[in-house]
């Protein structure tokens, strides 16, 4: 286990736009706000065609390959992420969610992009005082999350 201690900083709340896509306008908003690390929070409506990553085509290949999975219809969502930057210091979004619709719900990594259906609202939490970032890693083909100085 690898770990890093902070505190936390400035918090904002957002308002997507209908349209708008998750995960870059809040890397982007971060990162115009200097924001490097932190904790988000979203909740509201994702748009038909919104793309979730929703595991690897198999688990015990490396490096994995993505299932992705296109969402039918607009979908409700909930998730939750952190926020770390990548080894060129840009803040990067690793959230999962939960769409649901109906009696059916897909799960997984946003990274491929949400779109908002009119209501998408977002909590980020900025968190100060951290040493970590996310780094590639040729094994598993996944940025990972590195706690403490880079070596």
Same mark, same amino acid.
């Given at each position: 286990?690898?770990? *890093? ?8 709340? @957002? ?17 115009? =706000?200097?924001?490097? %690390? ?14 979730? &990553? ?17 969402? %039918? /219809? ?7 992420g ?9 803040? &990067?979004?690793?959230? =999962?969610?939960?769409?649901?619709? /109906?009696?059916? *719900?897909? %799960? ?8 908002t259906?009119?209501? @998408? ?6 968190? *100060? ?16 999350l590195? %706690? /403490?100085?880079?070596e």
């Amino acid at each position: 286990m690898q770990y *890093t201690e902070g505190a936390m900083g400035r918090v904002f709340a @957002l308002r997507l736009e209908h349209g708008e896509q998750m995960p870059q306008v809040l890397e982007q908003f971060a990162a115009e =706000h200097g924001v490097t %690390c932190g904790m988000a929070i979203m909740v509201g409506g994702a748009d038909d065609g919104s793309r979730l &990553v929703v595991g690897p085509e198999d688990g015990e290949v490396l490096p994995a390959v993505p299932m992705v999975s296109a969402l %039918c /219809g607009t979908h409700e969502v909930a998730a939750v992420g952190t926020l770390f930057p990548d080894e060129q210091g840009r803040p &990067v979004l690793h959230m =999962h969610a939960a769409a649901g619709r /109906g009696q059916s *719900t897909t %799960c997984g990594c946003i990274r491929t992009g949400v779109d908002t259906w009119h209501i @998408l609202e977002v909590i980020l939490i900025e968190l *100060t005082g951290m040493v970590a970032s996310r780094r590639y890693d040729a094994e598993t083909g996944f940025s990972l999350l590195q %706690c /403490g100085p880079a070596e």
